[in-house]
Structures are given as C-alpha cells and as structure tokens.
C-alpha cells in the first residue's frame, strides 16, 4: 500500500510562473518530510524538508507547506527556471525519535518549465 | 570532494548470477541505505545499517544481501534469487540514523 502518493505525474508550467507540486501521505506517525530532485539516470538530490512541528518552510525559491490535519504537503517553485525540469519526488519518514528513518518515496512529478 | 560514489553505472548480468553493486562514502556518514527504483515507481527500500558491522532489512530485502564492515562501505549483492533483479539501484547516507539522505548516482543493473 502506497503510503506516500504523488497524484499528479507530470506538470507544465511557464517560465518564470509557480509550479506547485503536490504529495498525500496516509500514515499520521510521519513526522518528517523531504523533497528531493531527480535527473534521468541520476540519484535525488535534497532539496528542502520540513518537520512536522513547522507548517513551512522556505529556502530561496523552494517552500514547502505542510497541512498535517489534511496529510498533505506541497512544494512551491517560485520564479520556476527551464533547469527545474525534473522528477520531484516527495518522501516522508516516521519514529525519528525511535532512531527509525526509513523514507517512503512517492511515485514522483515530472516537472517541464516551458522557455 | 565528499561525496557518495557507486560503481559501476551500468551493470550486466546473466540470469542466474550474483552480482555485487558497490557504494562507498566520504562523508563521515553513520547510516547507509539501498534503494531500487523501477518504472514509474518511487524508491523502495532495500536494506539499512545505522551503524558499522549493524543492518536490517527494508521493505523488499528478499534476494539481497548487504554487509557493513567499514563505515565509508555497504555493498550490495543481488542473488539468483531475486526475482526482478533489472532496476535502477541506489545508495544513500546520512550523517545520523535520522540525518537527512543524501544519495549517489545510481547503478543500473539490466539481467539478461
């Protein structure tokens, strides 16, 4: 069972406009969230994360919002740039405070910024 | 440059055949982790270890093995008895068991 859902598998967006990026998650034991950035034939790499005792966070052009009681969060890209074109997958973990940081990966949102 | 480095990037292997995939990190990262990725399909995980000479399966571990002997090391070894062993493999670290993960470029391993 997916416990981390990426809805959307792709998204187009003009240059220079907001891409918003959306990810479910089921499991109300998640307590932290990532969001990771990937090329063809690449490994992810980080991008911005967010606790769950925070409801945002921003990093430049990157925030990302957390609607616990919804069990939703979205990452904002705002101007977005051609070079943002990528599969942005969103990931959630639980029990941090056990030592557990298994990550659980949604199915990912291939971005296109349009020149 | 630290980093986390995997070799080879593109791996074949007849049906049948062990394989190992290495990974291997700079970073002075307690926690190691493998993931595949498949097709439109996000990553799951392989196996974990927190700590040298310490690991413990993930959500599809059947048909792998994995060893942690040095800190910077935690290779994988895909078995004959992994059923779908074609997928992109990677690797991760973090500096602490709930660090953030931080991954390399993946290996791809195509079983003829």
């Known amino acids: ?115 | 440059d630290g980093g986390i480095t995997q070799s080879p990037k593109y791996l074949f292997r007849k049906e049948g055949q062990n394989v190992t995939l290495s990974c291997e990190q700079n970073l002075n990262h307690d926690a190691m982790y493998w993931y595949r990725q498949d097709p439109g399909q996000g990553l799951r995980l392989i196996y974990y270890s927190q700590i040298v000479n310490d690991f413990q399966k993930g959500d599809i571990a059947e048909g792998y093995s994995v060893s942690r002997e040095k800190k910077e090391s935690f290779p994988l070894t895909v078995t004959s008895a992994q059923k779908n062993p074609t997928a992109f493999y990677l690797c991760a670290s973090s500096s602490t068991s709930v660090g953030t993960q931080y991954f390399g470029p993946g290996t791809r391993l195509t079983v003829l």
């Open chain 1, 1 to 115: 069972d997916q416990q981390v859902k990426q809805n959307s598998p792709s998204l187009s967006v003009q240059e220079g406009r907001i891409s918003i990026l959306n990810c479910d998650y089921t499991n109300s034991m998640f307590d932290y969230f990532l969001w990771y950035k990937k090329y063809p034939a690449e490994g992810p790499t980080f991008l911005i994360s967010i606790s769950s005792i925070k409801d945002k966070n921003e990093d430049g052009r990157f925030t990302v919002f957390l609607n616990k009681s919804a069990k939703h969060l979205s990452l904002h890209i705002v101007p977005s740039q051609p070079g943002d074109s990528a599969v942005y997958f969103c990931a959630a973990s639980g029990n941090r405070q056990t030592g557990a940081n298994n990550l659980f990966f949604g199915t990912g949102t291939r971005l296109t910024v349009i020149p």
